[in-house]
């Protein structure tokens, strides 16, 4: 222990594949393990952080990583050590597969074994790991776990195991009656921030956090141009003429 | 009455039921079950008079009315959250923008900081950066207030009072006054001040509740 009443760790007594306190993993690296580009925080050990364009990696990228919207985002680690990952000071869970799926918050998202197999969810800005193996992740406050059927705001919601099916819910009721009609029509009254949420129906286990304000923007912009290629031609002219009005507003404001 | 169960020390579970129907900050909904309402209210319980008074007195939050049958989990931007249960006996004081959720049972008011410390207390007002005008919460029921890293209750007594960080302070109930005490010598004229230049006194009995850390909301 040492004068502040922390304990001093070495390569040797750091946990192997654990926590060192609620806010850092420890990874007891032999081998290859996929971690998100900023949440390395140290390491002990001959470890090599490699690009996943970069050419030996080729054959583990296709097999394991099938997300070509996030690869510029992660890196493969390989060697020998204790690798240790944080992320913002928010509380760092592992959390293990067997055989199993998982989605989980693209940004939340700290570190997979190869041995799962990452997919890009069809909820926008979520993961999904599919396989057996070990994976680390981050929240803002511990981890809670619900059971459908339930209802989640966006920003609360962390991921889900198994499958219960995500859908969204939108609520409007206050809208009705003249009172209503008249807050939708002027905008009095404002709105209450809660008409939209995340529907939960099914077997399964939905993950949540404390909500969190910031949003990782670059990787929702990158998921827009990523369905762009859904999009006819009218449609991208409708969103010329969208993105230009909203434009010239900012602007003016 | 079933009462807020705290999940985390970031996340609140609220029942809400016909007749047991609570207000909450916008936007600060983190997930439900059963089904359950929120209509955006721009009284939070009061008057149409208290309400534009709030709205003169820039106490103001968005508030929302939650209503159905269910249970509701509450956070917001992760920060903690405590429980404070009113039995009817006292006022709570406390900052708008601090207040999470309330039930509906609970009478919601605004006071002028010059009722508690006079002149002194608008100086505080001023000082602190929460305004002139503070939210006051009466009656029996319970409310769930957001701080930055947790809070502490400090007991207020006759003989004993309780000097507070403004920057700190949370809320504080019960027949209590305060008053800025200012330790500004020549130190703090040629900027070479501690940087604990104004601190807030608060003297009676009660209860006050303090963060711990200095930063706003």
């Known amino acids: 222990m040492s004068s502040f009443g922390t304990r001093t760790w070495n390569a040797a007594t750091l946990p192997a594949n654990d926590?060192?306190?609620?806010?850092?993993?420890?990874?007891?690296?032999?081998?290859?393990?996929?971690?998100?580009?900023?949440?390395?925080?140290?390491?002990?050990?001959?470890?090599?952080?490699?690009?996943l364009s970069s050419g030996p990696l080729d054959a583990l990228v296709a097999r394991t990583f099938n997300s070509p919207l996030y690869a510029q985002d992660w890196i493969v680690a390989q060697g020998r050590g204790k690798l240790l990952l944080a992320d913002r000071g928010f509380d760092v869970n592992s959390f293990d597969l067997d055989d199993g799926n998982l989605t989980v918050r693209a940004g939340n998202l700290l570190a997979f074994e190869p041995g799962l197999e990452l997919k890009q969810s069809i909820i926008p800005g979520f993961l999904t790991l599919i396989g057996t193996g070990r994976f680390v992740a981050a929240s803002n406050g511990a981890v809670h776990f619900v059971e459908p059927p339930i209802r989640v705001d966006p920003q609360a919601l962390?991921?889900?195991?198994?499958?219960?099916?995500?859908?969204?819910?939108?609520?409007?009721?206050?809208?009705?009656?003249?009172?209503?009609?008249?807050?939708?029509?002027?905008?009095?009254?404002?709105?209450s921030g809660e008409e939209h949420q995340f529907d939960f129906t099914g077997q399964g286990t939905v993950l949540m956090q404390s909500s969190e304000a910031v949003m990782n923007e670059d990787v929702l912009l990158r998921d827009l141009e990523g369905q762009i290629g859904m999009v006819g031609t009218s449609g991208l002219q409708r969103l010329q003429q969208t993105i230009s009005r909203r434009l010239s507003s900012e602007r003016q404001g | 009455m079933p009462g807020y169960q705290k999940?985390?020390?970031k996340m609140l579970q609220v029942p809400v039921a016909p007749g047991a129907e609570v207000y909450s900050r916008r936007g600060a909904m983190l997930a439900y079950t059963g089904s359950v309402a929120f209509a955006p209210s721009t009284t939070a319980g009061q008057s149409i008079g208290g309400a534009i008074g709030r709205a003169v007195a820039g106490e103001r939050s968005a508030m929302m009315h939650v209503t159905g049958q269910g249970e509701v989990m509450f956070g917001h931007a992760g920060l903690h959250v405590s429980v404070v249960d009113l039995s009817g006996g006292d006022t709570l004081f406390v900052e708008a923008d601090r207040l999470l959720v309330h039930d509906a049972s609970l009478q919601v008011g605004t006071m002028f900081m010059g009722e508690q410390g006079g002149v002194r207390g608008i100086v505080r007002g001023a000082v602190t950066g929460q305004g002139l005008f503070t939210t006051t919460l009466t009656g029996k029921g319970s409310c769930g207030l957001l701080s930055h890293g947790g809070v502490m209750e400090l007991p207020i007594g006759p003989q004993h009072p309780v000097h507070v960080d403004p920057q700190a302070y949370v809320a504080h109930r019960g027949q209590v006054q305060n008053r800025l005490t200012t330790a500004v010598g020549l130190r703090e004229l040629i900027g070479r001040g501690s940087g604990e230049g104004f601190q807030l006194e608060l003297s009676g009995s009660g209860v006050v509740y303090v963060q711990a850390s200095e930063r706003k909301i």
């Open chain 1, 19 to 51: 926590n060192v306190n609620p806010y850092a993993f420890s990874v007891d690296l032999d081998g290859q393990w996929f971690a998100q580009k900023g949440k390395m925080i140290a390491y002990y050990g001959q470890v090599r952080f490699e690009a």
């Open chain 2, 7 to 9: 999940i985390t020390s």
């Open chain 1, 158 to 191: 962390l991921g889900w195991a198994d499958c219960p099916s995500p859908c969204h819910h939108y609520d409007h009721s206050y809208m009705r009656g003249a009172f209503g009609a008249a807050r939708m029509v002027f905008g009095i009254g404002g709105s």
